[in-house]
């Protein structure tokens, strides 16, 4: 089994958990904040799918999905969805709503796309190169990618345990 086989199963399990959360994404259990949290299930789906799309664009070197298949314009968010969300403080959090499920696991869907074509052009070696070295140890490609997942997943993972109690 390749390298590449690998991180694109794990890259595909935070998609797959999210997608198993669907029939329970109503608008109003979206947007609501369970606990007083100030992240939404919505705000936990948008970042998850922003998260994954700026970070696989700046190391693929291609457009993020967001703007290249209009989500931003879909999504209507302006400023507030320019970012990735990381920064944000609780109003912004809070200012954040989406209706549309189906939206948010679109793009979801699509953001995941984009990083797993990603991860099948690499050959293995390449994931052993350093891509910043700001860090220490420095942080390498697969080191990235594997953080990239990470985040993805526990963030899902926020939303479903939010998804829970709201039931």
């Known amino acids: 089994m390749r390298s590449s086989e690998i991180l694109t199963e794990a890259a595909r ?48 070197g291609d457009e993020q999905v967001w703007e290249q298949r209009g989500f931003d314009r879909r999504f209507g968010l302006g400023e507030l969805g320019a ?19 189906e ?17 099948n052009e690499l050959e ?8 910043d070295d700001s860090y220490d140890p420095p942080i390498t490609r697969g080191v990235r990618l594997v953080s990239i997942i990470d985040d993805a997943s526990q963030h899902i993972g926020q939303a479903a345990y939010a998804s829970g109690m709201l039931r």
């Open 83 to 101: 970012g990735i969300g990381y920064g944000h403080s609780p109003d912004q959090a809070r200012a954040l709503v989406v209706d549309d499920a």
């Open 13 to 60: 399990r935070p998609l797959e958990a999210a997608l198993a959360l669907r029939e329970s994404l109503t608008p109003e259990a979206i947007n609501a904040h369970p606990g007083g949290h100030d992240n939404s299930i919505a705000w936990l789906l948008w970042h998850t799918g922003r998260e994954i799309d700026a970070q696989t664009a700046a190391l693929s």
């Open 103 to 119: 939206l948010l696991l679109e793009y979801l869907a699509a953001a995941t796309d984009a990083l797993v074509s990603y991860i």
């Open 124 to 131: 293995d070696a390449q994931l052993g190169e350093v891509i």
